[in-house]
Nanobody
Framework: QEQLVESGGGLVQPGGSLRLSCDAS????????IGWFRQAPEKEREGVSC????????YYADSVKGRFTISRDNRRKKVYLQMNSLKPEDTAVYYC???????????????WGQGTQVTVSS
């Protein structure tokens, strides 16, 4: 059974950093582009970043460009999102998800995990 499990969220002060992790199981991660999206209360879902199946091509939303970095380790079946210089507007539940293809659309997403809460506040 395909499963994605996110972790690493928490409460951080503005300007701080967090590293989100996503553990994939039940499918061959190598075959899939994968990405992160976030959902904040009363806001539309936002594709944050994605990375191609063979480490080729990364894309970022303008709102996080230069601050977030996506990476993957197919051998360990893990995907990461390093988040630096966090802002209060980054507060959301972050989801790891598979995509058919990673491009500037950063979506649509096929399947995702339960999410991990990121709260940026002083």
């Amino acid at each position: 059974q395909e499963q994605l499990v996110e972790s690493g969220g928490g409460l951080v002060q503005p300007g701080g950093s967090l590293r989100l992790s996503c553990d994939a199981s039940g499918f061959i991660l190598d075959y899939y582009a994968i990405g992160w999206f976030r959902q904040a209360p009363e806001k539309e879902r936002e594709g944050v970043s994605c990375i191609g199946s063979r480490y080729d091509g990364t894309y970022y939303a303008d709102s996080v460009k230069g601050r977030f970095t996506i990476s993957r380790d197919n051998r360990r079946k893990k995907v990461y999102l390093q988040m630096n210089s966090l802002k209060p507007e980054d507060t959301a539940v972050y989801y790891c998800a598979t995509l058919v293809v990673c491009n500037s659309n950063i979506g649509p997403f096929n399947s995702w995990g339960q999410g991990t809460q990121v709260t940026v506040s002083s």
